[in-house]
Nanobody, 124 residues
């Protein structure tokens, strides 16, 4: 299984970005795909998750209402749509995946598959 993120970059405060996570070699029957981020000098935090359980998604309180996750199974891709970006959103963003069937949470751990990360910088 391989995960490759893209779409990061530099953006002004209030701007938008869409991150992509292409997951190859993965079974899309039962799954959880999550986005994490890690800012310099800070611990990694869960940002969002999306699952094969219908209509189940979760978002951290810091991004709820601004970020949305979506999937295109035909393209083996999960997206993170980020809007109203703030300087505190600056971080390296990672996607992670596992083959499980449950209502996911941004507190989840134990993902066996990770991408290499894509950096996001929000300039004030």
């Amino acid at each position: 299984v391989q995960l490759v993120e893209s779409g990061g970059g530099s953006v002004q405060v209030g701007g938008s970005l869409r991150l992509s996570c292409v997951v190859s070699g993965f079974t899309w029957d039962d799954y959880v795909v999550s986005w994490f981020r890690q800012a310099p000098g800070k611990e990694r935090e869960g940002v969002s998750c999306i699952t094969s359980v219908e209509d189940v998604e979760d978002y951290s309180s810091s991004v709820k209402g601004r970020f949305t996750s979506s999937r295109d199974i035909a393209k083996n891709t999960v997206y993170l749509h980020m809007s109203s970006l703030k300087p505190e959103d600056t971080a390296v963003y990672y996607c992670a995946a596992m083959n499980e069937y449950y209502a996911c949470s941004v507190e989840d751990t134990g993902f066996p598959y990770w991408g290499q990360g894509t950096p996001v910088t929000v300039a004030s």
